[in-house]
């Protein structure tokens, strides 16, 4: 059986992760959001405090950096840095997700290369800050779809192509390119390769202005004749047609939990200050009555904190699952469906609940509101999350379910 309640061993570590938030992100959360592309330099301090942690062992797996996929110990529960890392993101997206999505060297790429990375390259890639580039101009959220090309020449590979909506693509060290060795081949062919921002034929061509998480850079990049070392490629350069895409997609198995908890997290912020502002109108969310007994506003309050429940504990299993050596990818769709939806759902019920407190910028739930739209999308939509878990259940191929 599965204890999803927060391990003791982390409860510090999340108090710690927490008071961070209130302390330094969520105060200057309104500051980054109208001054977009501006970078937060409040976050070096932050990040160094991340790394300290990290080093003396009182913060392992935190940050997107401390992913990792690892087999169970004996006694068959490994409460590790995955479970650790849902939850630091939780309390930090509570603070704020685009600050948090802002965060040096823990990027996403960061955790792909956690996730599939050897024990060489893990050395070779420490403490890089690394952007993940999947989304092309003609492919969004079908990464078989992939267009950009890597061509083996020699001890080097050369990429070609363009990638979109990079996270931190201006700032970050390195970028995880996805690409693919081979179109013909399909998914099968699709590998990822870290590039260092400083190689030449790779160019930021531009930064996106965006709806929300506006403290976080979105930038397009180019690649042409751009070569890196084959050591850079992560995992195996085989293209193994049988196992197809999924060496790429046990990346996914690990961020799609840490997508789930940014939205668990800011949906709970939306929660906590809507119940003040019920409150402080008179209405109070009463647990001891049965909800068609309660207020339409109390009523409507206790749908989706039960809403936002069921996120919390999904995201817990399949962090869990993933420290325990369990196949997740099932798991990993249901919290990001579920915790990107409900997110959604929450932020912009919640600006409903308070009115013009609510859709004004005297309090932060409109920025909220904004800033969870992108947790359904990226990563994997709410659309292509249901046609995974669908195919999972159903027993069927992407061939045979589209």
Same mark, same amino acid.
């Given at each position: 059986?599965? =204890? ?47 790394? !300290? ?34 939850? &630091? ?8 997700? !685009? ?20 024990? #060489? ?15 092309? *101009? ?53 590998? &990822? ?79 906590? /200050? ?15 009555? *049965?909800?068609?007994?309660? *207020? ?27 420290? =325990?050596?369990?196949? =997740?990818? /099932?798991?990993? &769709? ?26 004004? #910028? ?41």
């Amino acid at each position: 059986m599965i =204890n999803l309640e927060t391990p003791r061993k982390f409860r510090a570590f999340v108090n710690q992760a927490h008071q961070v938030a209130a302390e330094m992100l969520r105060p200057n959360s309104r500051k980054y959001d109208l001054a977009e592309h501006a970078y937060p330099v409040e976050l070096d301090m932050l990040a160094a405090m991340v790394d !300290g942690l990290g080093a003396s062992g009182t913060g392992s797996g935190a940050g997107a950096s401390g992913v990792r996929r690892t087999a169970s110990g004996d006694d068959g529960v490994v409460n590790g840095s995955n479970l650790s890392s849902v939850l &630091s993101v939780m309390e930090m997206c509570w603070g704020d997700v !685009g600050l948090l999505l802002s965060m040096p060297r823990q990027g996403l790429g960061n955790s792909a290369i956690a996730s599939v990375a050897s024990d #060489e390259q893990l050395r070779r890639f420490e403490g890089v800050w690394a952007a993940m580039a999947i989304t092309e *101009p003609g492919c969004g959220s079908d990464s078989a779809n992939i267009r950009t090309t890597a061509r083996l020449d020699g001890d080097e590979y050369v990429l070609d192509g363009e990638k979109i909506f990079v996270t931190a693509g201006g700032r970050c060290d390195a970028v995880v390119v996805w690409a693919t060795l081979d179109k013909s081949l399909g998914r099968a062919a699709i590998k &990822s390769f870290v590039v260092p921002k400083d190689t030449p034929g790779m160019t930021v061509e531009r930064l996106e202005h965006k709806l929300g998480i506006r403290a976080s850079d979105t930038a397009t990049i180019r690649f042409e004749n751009c070569r890196v070392p084959a050591a850079n490629l992560l995992g195996s350069p085989d293209i193994d047609t049988d196992k197809g895409f999924a060496g790429v997609m046990q990346t996914f198995d690990n961020t799609r939990p840490l997508v789930a908890a940014m939205a668990v997290g800011v949906a709970r912020a939306a929660l906590e /200050l809507t119940r003040e502002l019920l409150s402080d109108a008179g209405v109070d969310v009463d647990y001891d009555r *049965p909800v068609h007994r309660q *207020p339409a506003a109390a009523a409507t309050y206790l749908t989706m904190e039960a809403d936002w429940e069921a996120a919390y504990l999904l995201t817990l299993q399949a962090a869990w699952m993933a420290d =325990n050596g369990q196949p =997740n990818s /099932l798991q990993a &769709s249901m919290a990001k469906a579920k915790a990107g939806r409900t997110a959604n759902d929450i932020t912009l019920r919640c600006i409903e609940l308070t009115s013009t407190l609510g859709y004004s #910028e005297h309090h932060l739930l409109e920025k909220w509101a904004r800033d969870s739209k992108i947790l359904d999308i990226f990563e994997g939509t709410q659309q292509i999350q249901q046609l995974i878990v669908a195919r999972r259940l159903l027993g069927k191929t992407s061939a045979e379910l589209k």
